[in-house]
T-cell receptor, first 114, second 113 residues
Framework: KAGVTQTPRYLIKTRGQQVTLSCSPI?????VSWYQQTPGQGLQFLFE???????NKGNFPGRFSGRQFSNSRSEMNVSTLELGDSALYLC?????????????FGPGTRLTVL | GENVEQHPSTLSVQEGDSAVIKCTYS??????FPWYKQELGKRPQLIID?????GEKKDQRIAVTLNKTAKHFSLHITETQPEDSAVYFC????????????FGAGTRLAVHP
């Protein structure tokens, strides 16, 4: 099976712009979680989607949003970018709908905000 | 709130020694505790996990122990090898199965030949 894929792998944006990141889960996985990784804050949970529904949200401002499509692919959007949004954005997919299961991470999208 | 503390932040050992990393979690609803290894420039990869109904789990040179009463869990790597050098993250899932991981700050392990 192909692993989790994310596009694009690298992005450079300027303050005030918006950005959309994409995540394709492992075939058959219906849960997609998003995480932000920075040197200062580590790995932080953004949100999780299952069957096109957001089930959990982390402590991020409303500028961070996401969605999931019927084929389980997910996108996250960050509007009005700030310098502090520079980070590696990781998505992870999981088979489980309820109950816990391993999360498989994608390679990440490296976002740089200038 | 939901918090996971991880110690130490850096760990340096000689090849063949053991390495121990400890984590403490705050949310008593947590029932799933994975450990991830992240090499430089790579994605985090699961190395072992444990569920709340189990006290210990082993996989070759890696073991994890869980003490639910004390809310702490530990990773033990025996007979370390240079390829074990990486950043290790512990995590806890307090969401009751909705795939929300709260991560520790990470431990940078260096194994010297």
């Amino acid at each position: 099976k192909a692993g989790v894929t994310q596009t694009p792998r690298y992005l450079i944006k300027t303050r005030g712009q918006q950005v959309t990141l994409s995540c394709s889960p492992i075939s058959g996985h219906r849960s997609v979680s998003w995480y932000q990784q920075t040197p200062g804050q580590g790995l932080q949970f953004l949100f999780e989607y299952f069957s096109e529904t957001q089930r959990n949200k982390g402590n991020f401002p409303g500028r961070f949003s996401g969605r999931q499509f019927s084929n389980s692919r997910s996108e996250m959007n960050v509007s009005t970018l700030e310098l502090g949004d520079s980070a590696l954005y990781l998505c992870a997919s999981s088979l489980a709908g309820t109950g816990v299961d391993e999360q498989f991470f994608g390679p990440g999208t490296r976002l740089t905000v200038l | 709130g939901e918090n996971v503390e991880q110690h130490p932040s850096t760990l340096s050992v000689q090849e063949g020694d053991s390495a121990v990393i400890k984590c403490t979690y705050s949310d008593s609803a947590s029932n799933y505790f994975p450990w991830y290894k992240q090499e430089l420039g790579k994605r985090p990869q699961l190395i072992i996990d444990i569920r709340s109904n189990v006290g210990e789990k082993k996989d070759q040179r890696i073991a994890v122990t869980l003490n639910k009463t004390a809310k702490h869990f530990s990773l033990h790597i025996t007979e370390t090898q240079p390829e074990d050098s990486a950043v290790y993250f512990c995590a806890a899932d307090p969401s009751g199965g909705y795939n929300k991981l709260i991560f520790g700050a990470g431990t940078r392990l260096a194994v010297h030949p």
